[in-house]
């Protein structure tokens, strides 16, 4: 099993800051089966990245992803009041197709 | 639009059986492997299981293998998740998704709890 670990646990930013949130794996992942996900608090996980640096549909720029191998980067370049929230990463290239623990991205 | 409608959930008591639903509308549903998600109270996302777009390919976590069983019917955009020998820790809202997971639904709740 690929065992996702992200940190930090939690970052405690400011609106404007930017955040990077790291996700390393236990062994490597083919660049194209990484997610990342946001969760909001009451809502359902949304897609943001997909193949380790393609950002879905409606996703804004400001979201960014990059990596290879173990060890993977979602970027948020400048924080607006909605990206406060919970991300996780998710490889869906090797069965169990596993989360990360998360990162609660809150105010600072 | 996408739209995935899980349904069954329930309060349920430990051991017993359920079975999860999800209506799938907006896309092409036979095109895509789909995967049960679950997420317990206040914790973290969880993958469950995930069947090919034919149904010929199946994968369980370790947690729910021999419990659990994926299936779908493609002519009616549906997808099922039979659960048996239920724990207290399978306690959590199960989310239908296409396994690019690209759209999620509201999710159902079963709660597992004598």
């Known amino acids: 099993e690929i065992v996702l670990t992200q940190s930090p646990g939690t970052l405690s930013l400011s609106p404007g800051e930017r955040a990077t949130l790291s996700c390393r794996a236990s062994?490597?992942?083919?660049?194209?089966?990484l997610a990342w996900y946001q969760q909001r608090p009451g809502q359902s996980p949304r897609l943001l990245i997909y193949?380790?640096?393609r950002r879905a549909n409606g996703i804004p720029d400001r979201f960014s992803g990059s990596g290879s191998g173990t060890d993977f980067t979602l970027t948020i370049s400048r924080l607006e009041p909605e990206d406060f929230a919970v991300y996780y990463c998710?490889?869906?290239?090797?069965?169990?197709?596993?989360f990360g623990p998360g990162t609660k991205v809150d105010i600072k | 639009d996408v739209q995935l409608v899980e349904s069954g959930g329930d309060l349920i008591q430990p051991g017993g059986s359920l079975r999860l639903s999800c209506t799938a509308s907006?896309?092409?549903?036979?095109?895509?492997?789909m995967s049960w998600v679950r997420q317990a109270p206040g914790k973290g996302l969880d993958w469950v299981s995930t069947?090919?777009?034919?149904?010929?390919?199946?994968y369980y976590a370790d947690s729910v293998q021999g419990r659990f069983t994926i299936s779908r019917d493609n002519s009616k955009s549906s997808l099922f998740l039979q659960m048996h020998s239920l724990r207290v820790d399978d306690t959590a809202m199960y989310y239908c998704?296409?396994?690019?997971?690209?759209?999620w639904g509201q999710g159902t709740l079963v709660t597992v709890s004598s």
């Open positions: 998710q490889q869906y290239g090797t069965p169990p197709f596993t």
């Open positions: 998704v296409p396994a690019t997971g690209a759209s």
């Open positions: 193949g380790a640096s």
């Open positions: 069947i090919s777009k034919t149904a010929d390919v199946t």
């Open positions: 907006g896309f092409t549903f036979s095109n895509y492997a």
């Open positions: 062994q490597s992942i083919s660049n194209i089966y």
